[in-house]
C-alpha cells in the first residue's frame, strides 16, 4: 500500500508566536516521539527524557506567567499544542496535562513567595507533577476523601492513600488534597508534597488496558512531613481549589481526545485510499467513504467545542460548563473514532502492526479520567437545572 502522509490539521492562531510553537512541537512530536510510541507503549516504558525535552523547549508551562518560567500562553493554544502531543503519543500529551494540571493550585492560589521559590522549577526546571485527589474509597465523590492532615506547630503530618494518581512513583513533586478538618468539602486543604519526602511511597504501577507507558499507581503518605509552608491557600479551601484546577484539567482531556481521534483518522484515510479490493480503492465505496465523513465531522466539533470553552477562559468568563461538556463530547468522539478506524481496517485493525487497536484501548480511559462522563453530565444538568434535590 502507498505512504499517504496525513495533512496537518489547519489551526486557526491568534499570533504568529502560536504559529512558531505549533511547528516547534510538531517538529518535536515527528522526531522524537511519534517514532518510538509504539514500541515504547508496548514495552511499557515511561519516556522521561521527553519530558525533559519538552521541559528545555519551554513546553511544560505554557499558560502560565512568564515571571515564574511559564510560556504565558493563552489557553487557546496551549490546548492544541497538548492535541499535537496527543497525535504523535498519548502517554506525552496527557502526561503535559497532568503535570500543568499539578502546577495550577500554587500558581493560582499560592503566596506570592511560595510562587517565586517554587514555580520555576515546576514549569521549566525539568521536574514532572503529580495530582493526588483519588482514593480507593472515593474516586467520583472526592468530597469523600480519607487522607488526613494533622498540624503540629509550623508542620503538617499527611496520612493516607491516593489511587489512580497519574506518574505515581516517578513525579518529582505532588499537589496532594487531605483532610484537616471535619467531613465534606469544607475541611479539605491542598498542600505541595516534594516526590522524594520522607514516608511518601508508591504502590506497583497498575496493570492497564492501555497508556502502559504512562505510569499510574497508588501513592501512600505515611506521616509525610511538610511546612505550614507548603500549605496552599486557607485552610479548608482544598476542595474548591481542586474543583477549579479542574475544570482547567478537563480541557486538557478534551483536546487529548481529540489528538487521539485525529490520528486515528489519519491512519484510516491512509489504509483506506491505500487499500485496494474488488479493483479498486476501499475509499471509493460509500459506506466507507461515510464512515470517514462522520469521523471527521466529530473531530472538527469536538475541536471546536474545546477551543470555544478556552477563549471563555481566556477572556475570564465563566467555562465549567463549556469545559464539561467538552469533555464529555471529544471523549465520546474519541471512542467513537478509534472503534470506526479499527473497523476501516478490517482485520489489520486489529492486530498491533497498525496503532489504531492502540488509540482504540487508550481513548477508553478519557472517558474516565477526571470526572467520568457520567460525572460529567450531572455537572452539565446542574447548570441548566440546578442542584438535584434530596
Not at 523547549?57 to 506567567?65: E, H, M, N, R
Not at 512513583?169 to 505532588?174: I, K, S
Not at 481526545?257 to 465505496?285: K, M
Request: glycine share 12%; with cysteine; hydrophobic share 40%.
Amino acid at each position: 500500500m502507498p505512504d499517504r502522509a496525513p495533512q496537518p490539521v489547519d489551526r486557526q492562531l491568534p499570533t504568529d508566536e502560536a504559529r512558531d510553537l505549533i511547528s516547534l512541537v510538531r517538529d518535536i512530536a515527528q522526531r522524537e516521539i511519534a517514532p518510538k510510541a509504539a514500541e515504547e507503549e508496548d514495552a511499557g516504558r515511561f519516556p522521561r527524557e521527553i519530558f525533559g525535552l519538552l521541559s528545555d523547549s519551554g513546553l511544560l508551562g505554557l499558560p502560565y506567567d512568564s515571571e515564574h518560567g511559564g510560556g504565558d500562553q493563552p489557553y487557546e493554544v496551549y490546548l492544541q499544542v497538548l492535541e499535537e502531543l496527543a497525535m504523535a503519543r498519548l502517554t506525552v500529551g496527557l502526561g503535559v496535562s497532568v503535570h500543568t494540571l499539578s502546577c495550577h493550585a500554587l500558581a493560582n492560589y499560592g503566596t506570592k513567595e511560595q510562587r517565586a521559590e517554587y514555580l520555576p522549577a515546576m514549569l521549566g526546571g525539568g521536574l514532572l507533577g503529580a495530582y493526588c485527589l483519588s482514593e480507593p474509597s472515593s474516586g467520583s465523590d472526592a468530597a469523600s476523601l480519607r487522607t488526613r492532615a494533622v498540624r503540629t506547630g509550623d508542620d503538617w503530618a499527611i496520612t493516607g492513600t491516593k489511587a489512580w494518581i497519574t506518574h505515581g512513583g516517578v513525579a518529582d513533586f505532588c499537589t496532594v488534597l487531605a483532610r484537616s478538618g471535619g467531613e465534606g468539602p469544607r475541611g479539605i486543604t491542598a498542600f505541595l508534597v516534594p516526590g522524594h519526602a520522607e514516608g511518601l511511597s508508591a504502590a506497583p504501577p497498575e496493570r492497564k488496558m492501555g497508556m502502559k507507558g504512562s505510569p499510574t499507581a497508588q501513592v501512600h503518605f505515611d506521616g509525610v512531613r511538610v511546612s505550614d509552608g507548603r500549605r496552599i491557600g486557607d485552610e479548608g479551601q482544598g476542595f474548591a481549589i481542586a474543583l477549579a484546577a479542574l475544570d482547567s484539567g478537563r480541557l486538557g482531556i478534551a483536546a487529548c481526545a481529540i489528538g487521539v481521534a485525529q490520528a486515528a483518522l489519519d491512519e484510516a484515510v491512509a489504509y483506506a485510499t491505500g487499500r485496494e479490493q474488488f479493483g479498486r480503492p476501499i475509499s471509493d465505496f460509500q459506506g466507507l467513504r461515510f464512515m470517514l465523513a462522520d469521523m471527521a465531522t466529530q473531530i472538527e466539533a469536538g475541536r471546536a467545542l474545546y477551543l470555544a470553552a478556552a477563549r471563555l477562559r481566556d477572556s475570564g468568563r465563566p467555562f465549567a460548563k463549556q469545559a464539561a461538556m467538552a469533555k464529555l463530547l471529544c471523549t465520546d468522539t474519541a471512542m467513537m473514532v478509534t472503534t470506526d478506524a479499527v473497523q476501516a481496517l478490517g482485520g489489520y485493525g486489529y492486530t498491533a502492526d497498525f496503532p489504531v487497536e492502540r488509540y482504540m484501548r487508550e481513548a477508553k480511559v478519557l472517558q474516565i479520567v477526571e470526572g467520568t462522563n457520567q460525572i460529567q453530565r450531572m455537572v452539565i444538568a446542574r447548570h441548566l437545572a440546578g442542584p438535584e434535590s434530596h
